[in-house]
T-cell receptor
Framework: AQSVTQPDIHITVSEGASLELRCNYSYGATPYLFWYVQSPGQGLQLLLKYFSGDTLVQGIKGFEAEFKRSQSSFNLRKPSVHWSDAAEYFCAVAPFGNEKLTFGTGTRLTIIP | DAMVIQNPRYQVTQFGKPVTLSCSQTLNHNVMYWYQQKSSQAPKLLFHYYDKDFNNEADTPDNFQSRRPNTSFCFLDIRSPGLGDAAMYLC??????????????FGDGTRLSIL
């Protein structure tokens, strides 16, 4: 069965600084990979997804993620964070042909002035 | 805008009193999901409908049931809510294709409190 690890439970970043959130997955083949963001009291919003092709994926709100097969990683990055980026971020994986997502435990992002 | 709508946003019920949460979608997606999310945890899939086919997760308690009367609507019924069922319940939809997985679109959730 697939699994997702987000090793950082909580990250604090200064506004304007760069950000990288880590995600590692365990799966026998290349899975479908997603990053979702959840603001307090809200549902999950899709930031970006990777299915195949270019390993650097651009998403909404200035986020990008890079798929590295050799490291089984799909880290999320943003060059300059804004206060509105404070939220919970979930990495998720789904095997090919199976619509069920497996989520990581999430990383809470705090932005300080 | 096409979307996933959950009602109500907040629901309070009494211990043991049945409660129904609703989800509707205007995306015409054929797959609908229900997740339970407890505080500071990842969403946990309870079950999903692939068209009319119901798929229950092995560890979903019998206390949780679901109905999908048509493509647009899906309901989550909790027959006898316990204190441990207090959580955010998220509905999601996706358009399953044979060649690739389409991402899931989430509603804003219903926060359920048990008195």
């Amino acid at each position: 069965a697939q699994s997702v690890t987000q090793p950082d439970i909580h990250i604090t970043v200064s506004e304007g600084a760069s950000l990288e959130l880590r995600c590692n997955y365990s799966y026998g083949a290349t899975p479908y990979l997603f990053w979702y963001v959840q603001s307090p009291g809200q549902g999950l919003q899709l930031l970006l997804k990777y299915f195949s092709g270019d390993t650097l994926v651009q998403g909404i709100k200035g986020f990008e993620a890079e798929f590295k097969r050799s490291q089984s990683s799909f880290n999320l990055r943003k060059p300059s964070v804004h206060w509105s980026d404070a939220a919970e971020y979930f990495c998720a994986v789904a095997p090919f042909g199976n619509e069920k997502l497996t989520f990581g435990t999430g990383t809470r992002l705090t932005i300080i002035p | 805008d096409a979307m996933v709508i959950q009602n109500p946003r907040y629901q309070v019920t009494q211990f043991g009193k049945p409660v129904t949460l609703s989800c509707s979608q205007t995306l015409n997606h054929n797959v609908m999901y229900w997740y339970q999310q407890k505080s500071s945890q990842a969403p946990k899939l309870l079950f999903h409908y692939y068209d009319k086919d119901f798929n229950n997760e092995a560890d979903t308690p019998d206390n949780f049931q679901s109905r999908r009367p048509n493509t647009s609507f899906c309901f989550l019924d909790i027959r006898s809510p316990g204190l441990g069922d207090a959580a955010m319940y998220l509905c999601a939809t996706s358009r399953a294709l044979s060649r690739e997985n389409q991402p899931q679109h989430f509603g804003d959730g219903t926060r359920l409190s048990i008195l």
